[in-house]
Structures are given as structure tokens and as C-alpha cells.
Nanobody, 114 residues
């Protein structure tokens, strides 16, 4: 089983960029499909993007992030990434990474504001 720690969140201006990282410890990272979720205040966590264990297949929630966000992974570094460009105020949320069906990180806050 893996343990996950996210980083890279913070305060950014609209139109700016951030890269989130999710470092996995433990064993088996390269065998897990990985995903990013986000949670808006007062809302349930929602899916953002996912990537297959090999990294060859990705999927995004919809056009609200596709083209702006890119999910990737480095299995040698046991790290998952989310590159977020052209950020909007409505992207403000806590972002979580997930390994497999039910292993979560602690989350990292992203705030997009002027």
C-alpha cells in the first residue's frame, strides 16, 4: 500500500499556473492508476483527472479543465503531477490525489485570486 503527500498549492493570480505534486511512499506506485480530485467549500469531492498505471492513458473531467490541466506521472520518482495553466477563480479548491480506488492524500489548497 502507498501513502500520498501532495504539495505545490498556494495563492496564484488569475491566468497563472501551478504544478501540484503527489509523492507516494510505500510499495506499488507503478501498479496503481492515479487520479486528482478537488473539493470546493461546502461541496463533495469531485473528479478532475486520471492516469493509467503506465501513464499512457489519461482522462479529464470535461472541457472545464481539459486543455488547461495536464496530469502526468513519473514512476521512477513515484510522483504524480497536475500542471494547471490559465487558472481561474473557479478553480479555487482543495486538491487531492488518489491511488487506486481508495487511498487519498491529505490535500493541498489552491487559491486563485487577484
Amino acid at each position: 500500500q502507498v501513502q500520498l503527500v501532495e504539495s505545490g498549492g498556494g495563492l496564484v493570480l488569475p491566468g497563472g499556473s501551478l504544478r501540484l505534486s503527489c509523492v507516494a511512499s510505500g510499495s506499488g506506485f507503478s501498479s496503481y492508476g492515479m487520479s486528482w480530485y478537488r473539493q470546493f467549500p461546502g461541496k463533495e469531492r469531485e473528479f478532475v483527472a486520471e492516469i493509467s498505471a503506465s501513464g499512457r492513458t489519461t482522462h479529464y473531467v470535461d472541457s472545464s479543465v481539459k486543455g488547461r490541466f495536464t496530469i502526468s506521472r513519473d514512476n521512477a520518482k513515484t510522483t504524480l503531477y497536475l500542471q494547471m495553466n490559465s487558472l481561474k477563480s473557479e478553480d479555487t479548491a482543495v486538491y487531492y490525489c488518489k491511488a487506486g480506488p481508495n487511498t487519498w492524500g491529505q490535500g493541498t489548497q489552491v487559491t486563485v485570486s487577484s
